[in-house]
């Protein structure tokens, strides 16, 4: 039997304080226990190894346990119950993998007909169906009847990772509790009190490195251990651990952020490479590279830091903090959108590092694209209240037969803004008269937001916040109220995936400048104030809030 597989099977937990993590569930279940108000079916559901089985276990065996009072929740794990469920002999709990049993008939034979029959040696049998989300229609539907109307003394437990896949009606009749990923912090303390009942000597840093790689499972972080200590029978060394788990290297990671928040592709791709040669896994290091930038954008969101959990030692996290300081969060959006996307590319790539080689250079040059507007040379508009003669002509159709009902306001002249004809780009641009005139938008920005949606999910839902503001020759200006969104809508890589869309849309060349619009909300309300003075009685209005909203 390998090292893994003893280790498994000798720490997996006997009883509730056993568990690592996972409270929400575990005060729940023994409430319940104590009080025994128990439900005849429950539902866990959460990634794999977080220990769903195990607690199904442990719970079935505290319900049959012959000497547990009954103010305890706890198993006793010494009557004949407890120890034929530990050595998995009980003939009240079954166990079943859905995923070898999907057919109607198995169902129908090996749970629904075997709960009628009475439990043999414990007060209740117990079901613990593991991926219940492999049954087939016909079995959930033959499954349903049972659960609805379950039997005396019969409880059923439904484990399954892919909850989306579970019917509605098998969800609703049960008691449901979610699982979550075990914290790194609390696998590295686990890790290391069996490392001391091993009486192994350890490296707490390949302690973190297991809890890492585990990504939050229990039995995956001991399975880990097992291969490691497979090296060595009474040390767990760093030198060891990188034979068995991927390489990678934090201070790498930190050396590659820095290389492109300064935008030097170069070095960041000779390190890269250096990385690989010494090697340093690839995919590895770009997870977690990944993982270091994401760790970054939370820290730039969020003022109360101390408040976030964060993976990184004290002084990676302090590096990590002095970069994210200095970069903008645009670039810090650009880097992870960028990484991404190359790394689904690896795997396909003829050269493994070339994906992420572009990455870098993508990011590198971002900053050769047409400085932002609002940044270089921020302009206010104008503050008059325009008539509605100019509404009319700047906004809606002149071939549409449109009444514009007299209205009285009070507002002041310097509370509504007009359409930004003054303004002018700080670079030279190439301006082009084109077939589209500022009537036309409207009616076909669904169609752009829909269309850029294909490129980019995230580009098309800050797209729909914008406010089309004037249309210059083929230069489209366009308002937002905060600067992030602008900084992040005004990268090159962004920018050509829109003007794309916008050629698409309108078969034209159209110049796409996004600006930090100061009159964004007034510009909001002008904009409904000029659907409210459309007649309402004209089937070929244009709702212009609507499609600039």
Known sequence: MSASTTLYNKYRPLKFSDIVDQNHIKITLQNELVTNKLAHAYLFTGPRGVGKTTIARILAKAINCSQRPAEQFEPCNECSNCLEVNQNKFLDLVEIDAASQTKVEQTRENI??????????????????DEVHMLSASSFNALLKTLEEPPAKVIFILATTEIHKVPETIISRCQRFDFHRIGVDDLEQWLAIVCQQEKVEYDQAVLKLIAKQAEGGARDALSLLGQVLSLSENKVSLDQASLI???????????????????????AIELLN?????GIDLVQLVKEMI???????????????????????KV???????????????????????LLEKFG???FSVIPQLPIELAFVIICQSHLSAAPLAISSPLTPEKVLPSKEEIKNDYLPSDQNITI????????????????????????????????????????????????????????????????????????????????????????????????????????????????????????????????SVSSDSSDSVDVAEAFS
């Not at 390489?247 to 070095?267: M, T």
């Not at 930038?293 to 969020?302: A, D, M, S, T």
Request: aromatic share 8%.
């Open 405 to 532: 009902h007299k209205t009285t306001t009070n507002t002041t002249a310097t509370s509504i803004p007009k359409p930004m004809d003054q303004v002018i780009p700080t670079e030279e641009i190439t301006k082009k008269k084109i077939n589209i005139s500022w009537q036309d938008l409207p009616g076909k920005w669904p169609e752009f937001l829909a269309e850029l949606k294909k490129y980019n999910h995230s580009l098309s839902a800050i797209a729909q916040i914008c406010h089309p503001i004037k249309l210059v020759d083929n230069e489209l200006i366009v308002g937002f109220q905060y600067s992030f969104h602008q900084e992040a809508m005004s990268n090159i890589h962004n920018q050509n995936l829109i003007e794309v869309a916008l050629k698409k849309i309108f078969n034209e060349d159209i110049i796409w400048r996004p600006i930090v619009d100061q009159e964004y909300e007034q510009r909001e309300a002008w904009a409904a104030e000029i659907n409210n």
């Open 345 to 347: 590319q690896i795997k």
């Open 245 to 267: 788990l991927p390489r990678s290297d934090l201070s790498v990671i930190s050396e590659l952020v820095a290389y492109l928040c300064k935008q030097q592709a170069a070095p």
């Open 316 to 338: 990676y996290l302090k590096i990590l903090r002095e970069q994210v300081n200095k970069t903008e969060l645009a670039n810090i959006l650009l880097m992870l959108d960028t």
């Open 112 to 129: 629904i007909a075997a709960a009628r029959v009475s439990a043999s040696a414990g007060r209740t049998k117990i079901f613990i169906i």
């Open 274 to 278: 250096k990385s690989i040669d010494e």
């Open 291 to 313: 993982d270091y930038l994401r760790q970054g954008l939370l820290l730039k969101l969020n003022s109360n830091q101390d408040k976030l959990r964060y993976d990184l030692d």
